[in-house]
C-alpha cells in the first residue's frame, strides 16, 4: 500500500490517481461535484478552499462540511476563511504595509489589531512569511 499524497491515507495507487485528479480540477468544475449534496460554492470559495486546505482533501472536505452547517449551503470565500480560522488577506496586507515602513510601532500596532481579532502571533508570522497569492 502506498500512502496518498492528497490525503496522507494509505491507499492504493488507482485511488492515489483518483485523489490527485480530484485536486486538480479546475474551479469550474465543482458544480457537478456538488450538486448531489446540493451546495453552492460562491465567488472564489473553491481557490480559498484549496488555499486554506494547503491541498489536504481531508481538510478540505471537513472544512467544506463546517461551512455548510455554520452558513447552509451557499458557502461564500468568508465563511470558508471564518472556518477554517484563516487570517483575511487584508489583515495580513496591513501587516505587510507595516512592516514596509520600518517603524516598529506600526508593525506592533498592526499585528495587536490581528491578535485582537482573535488570531495567534505565531499564526500571523507564518501567514506574513508565506503570504496568500
Do not use: H, W, Y
Request: glycine share 4%; aromatic share 4%; hydrophobic share 45%.
Amino acid at each position: 500500500m502506498e500512502r496518498c499524497l492528497s490525503c496522507s491515507a494509505p491507499c492504493a495507487l488507482k485511488l492515489a490517481a483518483l485523489c490527485a485528479a480530484i485536486l486538480s480540477l479546475p474551479a469550474s468544475v465543482d458544480a457537478p461535484l456538488f450538486a448531489a449534496e446540493d451546495v453552492t460554492l460562491e465567488g472564489k470559495s473553491m481557490e480559498t478552499l484549496a488555499r486554506v486546505s494547503n491541498g489536504d482533501l481531508r481538510k478540505a472536505i471537513t472544512t467544506l462540511q463546517s461551512a455548510v452547517r455554520l452558513q447552509g449551503p451557499r458557502v461564500r470565500p468568508q465563511t470558508v476563511l471564518d472556518v477554517a480560522g484563516a487570517i483575511p488577506p487584508a489583515a495580513v496586507q496591513a501587516v505587510m504595509r507595516a512592516c514596509a515602513t520600518d517603524s516598529f510601532q506600526a508593525v506592533q500596532d498592526a499585528v495587536t489589531d490581528v491578535i485582537a481579532d482573535g488570531f495567534g502571533v505565531r499564526c500571523t508570522a507564518l501567514v506574513c512569511f508565506n503570504p496568500p497569492t
